[in-house]
T-cell receptor, first 113, second 113 residues
């Protein structure tokens, strides 16, 4: 069973506009949520995180929102830039295993100039 | 370069052969993780170590897979009697204990022919 789902395989956005990437999870015991970015032929790179005691965390152009009641996580990128084009993964920690991260399937973001 | 280092970057092997991959984590990190990623999927957890102790292993992990971290520094992942279904990107990551994100290497791409 998939505990973390990214239901949109891809997203296409115009440069300068907002990109919104979504992630749903099933286990209310997850306590730490992260977003990673991955370019081809490279490993995932950490982007931003949020703990379950918060509902928003900002870092420059990136903001992560957490809605615990809906078990929903989103990443907002504004303004989007062509260099943001990559695969974005959400990841969660907690539940029955406190040490590891569980990843979603990823969303391919394409930002057009 | 003080990031996570993986060797080799690519490995092509014939079905039935054994392969071994190496990971050198960020030096001050005491946790080391192995993940596997196939096309269109997010990284899938295999196992992780805290120092030299292997703390968790995925239930999905075949007994053909074994990992070691003998001195709590670098780690090796061995796959015995490889099968075509083992073809994937094998990612290593490290972190500090606690609420810190995982830092990934660029992976070893395994192709089993």
């Amino acid at each position: 069973d998939q505990q973390v789902k990214q239901n949109s395989p891809s997203l296409s956005v115009q440069e300068g506009r907002i990109s919104i990437l979504n992630c749903d999870y099933t286990n209310s015991m997850f306590d730490y949520f992260l977003w990673y970015k991955k370019y081809p032929a490279e490993g995932p790179t950490f982007l931003i995180s949020i703990s379950s005691i918060k509902d928003k965390n900002e870092d420059g152009r990136f903001t992560v929102f957490l809605n615990k009641s809906a078990k929903h996580l989103s990443l907002h990128i504004v303004p989007s830039q062509p260099g943001d084009s990559a695969v974005y993964f959400c990841a969660v920690r907690g539940g029955t295993s406190y040490g590891k991260l569980t990843f979603g399937q990823g969303t391919i973001l394409t930002v057009h100039p | 370069d003080t990031g996570v280092s993986q060797d080799p970057r690519h490995k092509i092997t014939k079905r039935g052969q054994n392969v071994t991959f190496r990971c050198d984590p960020i030096s001050e990190h005491n946790r080391l993780y192995w993940y596997r990623q196939t096309l269109g999927q997010g990284p899938e957890f295999l196992t992780y170590f805290q120092n030299e102790a292997q703390l968790e292993k995925s239930r999905l992990l075949s007994d053909r897979f074994s990992a070691e971290r003998p001195k709590g520094s670098f780690s090796t992942l061995e796959i015995q009697r490889t099968e075509q279904g083992d073809s994937a990107m094998y990612l290593c990551a490290s972190s500090l204990q606690g609420s810190s994100p995982l830092h990934f290497g660029n992976g070893t791409r395994l192709t089993v022919t």
